[in-house]
């Protein structure tokens, strides 16, 4: 899974989202996260990938695998 799973943000503020792979495999390889990122984030075994986004309206996102299978969330407050 991911860890953490689950973080806040706030609506407007520029994010700046590192992910370090600690072993991914299958699914696991991207991350999604629709309504706050265009496209998926590779990720590539030992290294860090870097997506930076806004988000522009406050609720509960679901970053996942692009299977959705692995999932998280990200609440944006206002």
Do not use: H
Not at 13 to 41: F, H, M, Q, Y
Not at 42 to 55: C, W
């Amino acid at each position: 899974g991911y860890d953490p799973s689950y973080f806040q943000i706030k609506s407007g503020v520029p994010v700046r989202w590192e992910i370090t792979d600690t072993g991914t495999s299958g699914c696991t390889n991207a991350v999604i996260a629709k309504g706050l990122i265009e496209g998926s984030v590779s990720l590539t075994p030992g290294k860090t990938s870097i997506v930076e986004f806004t988000a522009k309206s406050p609720g509960r996102y679901t970053f996942s695998c692009w299977m959705g299978m692995i999932r998280g969330t990200i609440e944006v407050v206002e």
